[in-house]
């Protein structure tokens, strides 16, 4: 097979592999000859497409022929546009299925802390709030990593460049979201680092991280003590010692969540990759676990696809106001809602945010949404989520961390070796990228092409998942130290 057709009303269809002009191809019943030469990953017209008609893939539209696209040429942005506008509107029409509990019970082996969570991990963090003590915050990581007792798994600094210079709600989601970290199941030990004359002043700060077990948490104001370093050191040791007795107890599935993620994605993502995480975020939902998508802007020209998954009117109405106030921040900025694909995905054979947002939805398979996560919210319950964010990937990753997610997985086609501060599984979705980079990635869904069932590798993700959770196995951004947090930011800085 040289070409996929995905969806029986599709327009187009996609090179599996490079496809040369002159070339005959057959899709179903039908002889092609090509007009033009084909990239891999990028589209070629089944059909005589009329100037300013609809373009389908997915069985959704994509977007509008520029001019009059003939069959068997190529289709991509020298002929294809955005149909996407500002606001939008549309009823709600139920449409998920209810996943079926497995007969398995399934569990992995986690740390169950105080406040009930239960982390995957048991490490140190150190939290600035305030970008002006990162490099403190690293210097006590990297002294204290040379002394770490047996039974933790590292200590890691994020740094940031904001808690001070902020108005507004740009100044609350920094707290929000380093308070998400702190309180994070994954950390048996956190040290809040302040400077004392910022902003987000460690005593206000402490309100929005709120009731939290005092012996995994402390705080530091570098400002009031003589030494911040050694003060630094002597709370981390204490911190240490306490985690250090922290024990892993196999836990129900019930109690992890994984994010959903891609970046640098190519034409292949919509095919392989997220379509898998899909299948898994099923399986891992009817078992009683939680998955989360994120990158609402990446929903634009698919929101009937995801919203009309919700549960019930009410997640509807709160799913379409989180995805139209996202484009009311576009167009406040005098930005079309469709300034997406990167020149990554256009090079990929992703033409419009309509191509690359059916495409990205894939991630949430067909379970119901059984709720809608703004910033700093934690993820409180089993199924299928939505969390507030951007698609950048630095900042949605860390979004979902902070939303409780213990782990993420993260498909890419293009390859990126970005990590956060929970494991950030790698899923390539070709396996040309797995074969070149295989210190970036961990699973490749590219097998997907070459005959391998989704089942089958639903199964083997699901199983690798379950042993990245129990400790068993940490994935490459562990291995080669790649952890970072963003923020997001919408305002003025001081």
């Given at each position: 097979m040289n070409v996929l057709r995905i969806h029986p009303n599709d327009d187009v269809a996609v090179a599996l592999v490079n496809l040369a002009a002159g070339q005959t191809i057959r899709v179903g019943e039908t002889a092609i000859r090509l007009a033009d030469t084909i990239p891999a990953g990028h589209k070629l017209a089944l059909r005589d497409i009329p100037s300013g008609a609809p373009v389908r893939k997915y069985g959704f539209p994509i977007g509008q022929a520029k001019i009059r696209i003939p069959q068997g040429h190529w289709v991509h942005s020298h002929n294809l546009q955005t149909a996407l506008t500002g606001r939008l509107d549309f009823p709600y029409e139920p449409a998920f299925t209810e996943p079926t509990p497995p007969s398995d019970r399934l569990t992995f082996d986690g740390y169950e802390r105080p406040d009930g969570q239960v982390g995957i991990r048991n490490e140190l963090w150190i939290i600035p709030t305030v970008g002006c003590v990162n490099r403190t915050a690293r210097n006590l990581a990297e002294t204290m990593a040379r002394e770490l007792p047996e039974g933790l798994d590292g200590v890691y600094a994020y740094e940031h460049p904001y808690g001070c210079s902020q108005l507004g709600q740009d100044h609350l989601t920094t707290q929000k979201i380093l308070a998400g970290l702190v309180r994070h199941p994954n950390a048996g030990g956190v040290l809040v680092l302040g400077l004392g004359c910022e902003n987000n002043q460690v005593g206000d700060f402490?309100?929005?991280?709120?009731?939290?077990?005092?012996?995994?948490?402390?705080?530091?104001?570098?400002?009031?003590?003589?030494?911040?370093?050694?003060?630094?050191?002597?709370?981390?040791?204490?911190?240490?010692?306490?985690?250090?007795?922290?024990?892993?107890?196999?836990?129900?599935?019930?109690?992890?969540?994984?994010?959903?993620?891609?970046?640098?994605?190519?034409?292949?993502?919509?095919?392989?990759?997220?379509?898998?995480?899909?299948?898994?975020?099923?399986?891992?939902?009817?078992?009683?676990?939680?998955?989360?998508?994120?990158?609402?802007?990446?929903?634009?020209?698919?929101?009937?696809?995801?919203?009309?998954?919700?549960?019930?009117?009410?997640?509807?109405?709160?799913?379409?106001?989180?995805?139209?106030?996202?484009?009311?921040?576009?167009?406040?900025?005098?930005?079309?809602?469709?300034?997406?694909?990167?020149?990554?995905?256009?090079?990929?054979?992703?033409?419009?945010?309509?191509?690359?947002?059916?495409?990205?939805?894939?991630?949430?398979?067909?379970?119901?949404?059984?709720?809608?996560?703004?910033?700093?919210?934690?993820?409180?319950?089993?199924?299928?989520?939505?969390?507030?964010?951007?698609?950048?990937?630095?900042?949605?990753?860390?979004?979902?961390?902070?939303?409780?997610?213990?782990?993420?997985?993260?498909?890419?086609?293009?390859?990126?070796?970005?990590?956060?501060?929970?494991?950030?599984?790698?899923?390539?979705?070709?396996?040309?990228?797995?074969?070149?980079?295989?210190?970036?990635?961990?699973?490749?869904?590219?097998?997907?092409?070459?005959?391998?069932?989704?089942?089958?590798?639903?199964?083997?993700?699901?199983?690798?998942?379950?042993?990245?959770?129990?400790?068993?196995?940490?994935?490459?951004?562990?291995?080669?130290?790649?952890?970072?947090?963003?923020?997001?930011?919408?305002?003025?800085?001081?």
């Open positions: 402490r309100k929005v991280v709120g009731d939290t077990d005092p012996e995994n948490l402390r705080y530091l104001v570098a400002q009031e003590c003589e030494d911040e370093f050694e003060a630094g050191l002597t709370l981390l040791r204490e911190l240490a010692t306490s985690a250090s007795r922290a024990i892993r107890r196999p836990m129900p599935l019930s109690a992890l969540r994984v994010g959903l993620k891609c970046g640098g994605s190519d034409a292949f993502s919509g095919l392989t990759a997220n379509p898998l995480l899909g299948a898994f975020s099923d399986r891992l939902i009817a078992g009683g676990g939680g998955s989360a998508l994120t990158e609402i802007p990446e929903m634009f020209g698919a929101e009937r696809v995801i919203l009309n998954r919700c549960r019930t009117p009410e997640l509807f109405e709160r799913g379409l106001k989180l995805v139209n106030d996202f484009r009311d921040y576009y167009t406040a900025h005098g930005q079309p809602v469709s300034e997406n694909p990167s020149p990554g995905n256009l090079a990929g054979g992703i033409t419009t945010l309509e191509d690359k947002s059916l495409g990205c939805v894939q991630k949430g398979g067909s379970s119901p949404v059984v709720d809608i996560v703004t910033y700093g919210q934690q993820l409180t319950q089993s199924g299928l989520a939505i969390v507030e964010g951007p698609g950048n990937d630095a900042v949605a990753v860390t979004n979902l961390a902070a939303a409780g997610c213990q782990l993420v997985l993260f498909t890419t086609g293009r390859g990126n070796p970005l990590g956060g501060p929970v494991p950030t599984l790698k899923v390539a979705t070709n396996s040309d990228l797995a074969g070149r980079k295989p210190h970036w990635i961990d699973f490749n869904a590219g097998e997907l092409l070459e005959g391998t069932p989704m089942d089958q590798l639903a199964e083997q993700m699901l199983e690798l998942v379950l042993q990245v959770a129990s400790g068993l196995i940490h994935t490459c951004n562990e291995r080669h130290g790649y952890r970072e947090i963003a923020i997001f930011k919408s305002g003025v800085t001081l």
